[in-house]
C-alpha cells in the first residue's frame, strides 16, 4: 500500500543551520509524483516543489534543496541557512497516477523551529 | 483569479448539528478533493471528485457527504457533526489527476462541541 513517512516529528535548530528533513515513500506504481508543502503557522498550505518519478535530478531553489533517490525511496529537503520565517510544519506528499487516483496521500509533517 | 476559495474560515458546531463547508474554484479545474488535518496525523483524504457528476470516498469519509453539479464547486456536508469532527478541513483542485499539483484554500477551523 501507499505511504509517505515522515520520522522526524520535530526539529529545533538555531538560526544559520543547516537542516534535513527526511521523507520515505512506498508506492507500487511506477509513475507518481512527490510534493513538498510548506504550512507556517497562519494554517495556509504553502506548495514548494513537484517531482515526478522519472526525474531523479535534484533541484536547488534558494536556500532549499531537494534530493530525490528511488533507489532508497527518499526525497529529502534541505534548508540551507535557516531562517526564523523557515519555522513551519512541511509536508511531504505523494500522487500515484493510478494507485491512489492522483490524489495526496501526506506524511504526518515535521514541525521546524527555527530559533533566532 | 481566486484560485480556490473556502467559506467559513472558522465555525462552532453544536453535536448533532448539520451544516456545509463550501469550496469553489475558478480554475476550471477537473480534479477536487476535501482532506481534514488533526495534530500528528497529517492531512487525509475525505472525498474526492474527477468531475461534475463524479464523486468517490477517500481514506475517511465516513460523517461525511459530498456533490459534484458543476466544476466549480464541491461542497462537503456535515450530517450530524460529532466531536471527533473537530479539525481543519481543506479544499483542493487539480487539473490533471496531480501531476500538475494541487492548489489549496486557506481553510476551514471546524469545532463540534
Known amino acids: 500500500a501507499q505511504k509517505v513517512t515522515q520520522a522526524q516529528t520535530e526539529i529545533s535548530v538555531v538560526e544559520k543551520e543547516d537542516v534535513t528533513l527526511d521523507c520515505v515513500y512506498e508506492?507500487?506504481?511506477?509513475?507518481?509524483?512527490l510534493f513538498w508543502y510548506k504550512q507556517p503557522p497562519s494554517g495556509e498550505l504553502v506548495f514548494l516543489i513537484r517531482r515526478n518519478s522519472f526525474d531523479e535530478q535534484n533541484e536547488i531553489s534558494g536556500r532549499y534543496s531537494w534530493n530525490f533517490q528511488k533507489s532508497t525511496s527518499s526525497f529529502n529537503f534541505t534548508i540551507t541557512a535557516s531562517q526564523v520565517v523557515d519555522s513551519a510544519v512541511y509536508f511531504c506528499a505523494l500522487s500515484e497516477a493510478w494507485g491512489s487516483q492522483g490524489n495526496l496521500i501526506f506524511g504526518k509533517g515535521t514541525k521546524l523551529s527555527v530559533k533566532p | 483569479n481566486a484560485g480556490v476559495t473556502q467559506t467559513p474560515k472558522f465555525q462552532v458546531l453544536k453535536t448533532g448539528q448539520s451544516m456545509t463547508l463550501q469550496c469553489a474554484q475558478d480554475?476550471?479545474?477537473?480534479?477536487m478533493s476535501w482532506y481534514r488535518q488533526d495534530p500528528g496525523m497529517g492531512l487525509r483524504l475525505i472525498h474526492y471528485?474527477?468531475?461534475?457528476?463524479?464523486?468517490d470516498q477517500g481514506e475517511v469519509p465516513n460523517g461525511y457527504n459530498v456533490s459534484r453539479s458543476t466544476t466549480e464547486d464541491f461542497p462537503l456536508r456535515l450530517l450530524s457533526a460529532a466531536p471527533s469532527q473537530t479539525s481543519v478541513y481543506f479544499c483542493?483542485?487539480?487539473?490533471?489527476?496531480?501531476?500538475?499539483?494541487?492548489?489549496f484554500g486557506s481553510g476551514t477551523r471546524l469545532t463540534v462541541v
Open positions: 480554475m476550471n479545474h477537473e480534479y
Open positions: 508506492t507500487r506504481d511506477t509513475t507518481y509524483y
Open positions: 483542493a483542485s487539480s487539473p490533471d489527476r496531480g501531476q500538475g499539483g494541487y492548489t
Open positions: 471528485s474527477v468531475g461534475a457528476g463524479i464523486t
